[in-house]
């Protein structure tokens, strides 16, 4: 059994927003497989996407609609933040997709302003969320039916793990490492795979044990040399003085 991950991926998404939590997560385990998914829909190896302004590529995996594809079958929706989002929050069609992706999913997990791009589905009315600080005051009331939280590194409500900026993906990262890893022989006992739930309640991973996974987290926060900040409360940046030079 394996947990597979989805990841969507756009012109000039944020790179530290995925390959930061992502890559702390996929690499280290055997449990963990990762595709990368255009939402602008090209085909691989056409669908090359931008990440920001630093012109580093990445070939996604799928195109939209085959990700969409019944057989295609995934555990997690992964939803990265950038400046490429803000067109994408405009499209219904598109948001339309995206929500189909998100009731197929056992679990999502946004990073940044991921989190706006999943609010714009529709999907996320109703529930507790977090988002990137630069843009918290300009942006969140866009969408009034989600239960916006400022201060909050991360936030966990149901199926649903949402993050604010950049770096504070790594530290819900590791919460989603403690919330889903299953170590190799409860697997083994247990091979049956999560049920996705579409109205968005956390549902039960079989051969899943606390104790185990948050082991497992703070070993991969040990070896990539990284303080976890673990208490999701422990957010100072939302006193700092906000700037509109800063990234998303």
Known sequence: MQHRILSLVYNEFEALDLFGPLGAIVPRSDYYTLKLVSVHNLAPPNGLESSIKN????????SLAEALR??????????PGGFGMTPLVGDPILLQHIGQLVDRAANVFTVCTGSLL??????LDGRKATTNKRLYDEMTPNYPGVQWQKRARWVQDG????????????????????????????????PTPQKASANGDATAIP?????????????????????????????PFVDLPQSTNGTV
């Not at 019944?70 to 939803?79: A, G, R």
């Not at 999943?118 to 999907?123: E, K, L, N």
Request: no cysteine.
């Open 55 to 62: 012109g580093i590529l990445t070939v996604p995996n799928l």
């Open 118 to 123: 999943f609010a714009a589905t529709g999907r």
């Open 159 to 190: 199926k649903f793990l949402t993050s604010s900026g950049v770096t504070a993906g790594l530290d819900a990262g590791l919460a989603f490492l403690s919330n889903t890893y299953v170590s190799p022989e409860d697997r083994k006992a247990n």
């Open 70 to 79: 019944e057989e295609e079958q995934f555990d997690t929706l992964f939803i």
């Open 207 to 235: 051969g899943f044990n606390k104790e185990k996974a948050l082991r497992h987290a703070h070993s991969v926060a040990y070896s990539l040399e990284y303080r976890w900040h673990s208490d999701p409360a422990d957010d």
